[in-house]
């Protein structure tokens, strides 16, 4: 049994930390008394057989709910409820049409069946998310795509290896000199979005409203989820291998790369960018206070290179569709440099940690 922890934070003064670029380096961390963390035991769930030991799982908590949390096992495709109960299990269950979850991954953290999970539009529904190599009949092709083929031509390991590939987001057989995953073929992977009924403990009737290409290697997927209203938040991740800055796309309105949808649940196919220059966040939690102008959401951003951040803003800012709100991950075409945050960063090697 692997047991589950619920972290309770309580914040009790908010401080707005205004950054430059002469000054992204933060001082040191300071000590309060008024932040504080207690630790409860939550719950369990069993553990796959094989999936005891370190890095051989992926498994990931959902609580975008009202009144519950969700654990579900990424790698093997099972969903529990906090009792430990199964929801769903793609072994047993009926898979939606056309999808196929059983493909080529790199590692246990890109092996992954259910991707992400949220609450549906109503108590009754709950939105899943799945890592497929297929699309369903029901959509011929991906409603957001990788970048136009051979746009973005490179060399893993630094131009020094002459390992060119014509393409970084649809690259060819992995390197030797790559890190993580050297001699993998990397293929465009869907993530498909299906609006599921919760009938009696159990998932039934798969309704598919959303789906977008990302590229199957040791990269950054996102799979940061929440539910606003009949919007979904979602973080697409930059599409791209370890070891880069985040590449043009991650700051180009034109790619879904490095950006946070909206994508409209009520409408498929719908989608807009709420935010763009984030590069592989994972958790997002919306704050609700009643309005859009009062709520906000919280996202972490994982780093890699300079920092790992934590984002806060407002609702109102993030879904209005008037600005894509900018978080730095990625290279401006403007001054031509990269960025984490509002710090430089250097460009990187692909595929070097």
Known sequence: ??????????????????????????????????????????GSIPVAVNDTYPFSYNMMVADDFVDTTFFFDQKNG??????GSKVYDVSSDPIPDGLTLDHPTTGASTTMKIAAMARGNNKEEITVVFASSTLPPIISEAHAQLPPAGAYPGYYCGPGDHNFTRDL???????????????????????????????????????????HENQMLPGHFGGAI?????????SVGDCK???????????????HCGKILNIDTSNVGSYEFAAKGVRNSQQMKIIEKGSANKSFLLFMDIGGVTAEEVNVIKMNKLISGKKIRNFGWGRSQIDGKAREGTCYVGPGFPGIL
């Open 78 to 83: 099972i969903i529990y409820d906090e009792s």
């Open 241 to 255: 291998i370890f070891g880069t800055d985040g590449g043009y796309s991650a700051q180009l309105d034109t790619s």
């Open 169 to 211: 987001y649809r690259t060819e057989e992995l390197p030797s000199c790559v890190s993580i995953g050297r001699g993998f073929n990397p293929y465009t992977i869907y993530f498909v979005f299906y609006n599921f009924d919760l009938e009696n403990g159990m998932l039934s009737n798969p309704r598919p409203f959303f789906a």
């Open 226 to 234: 929440a539910r606003y209203g009949n919007s979904l938040l979602y």
């Open 1 to 42: 049994m692997k047991v589950i922890y619920q972290a309770v934070a309580t914040l009790v003064a908010l401080y707005k930390l205004i950054l430059t670029e002469a000054s992204c380096a933060p001082d040191a961390l300071d000590y309060h008394e008024t932040i504080a963390m207690k630790i409860e035991e939550a």
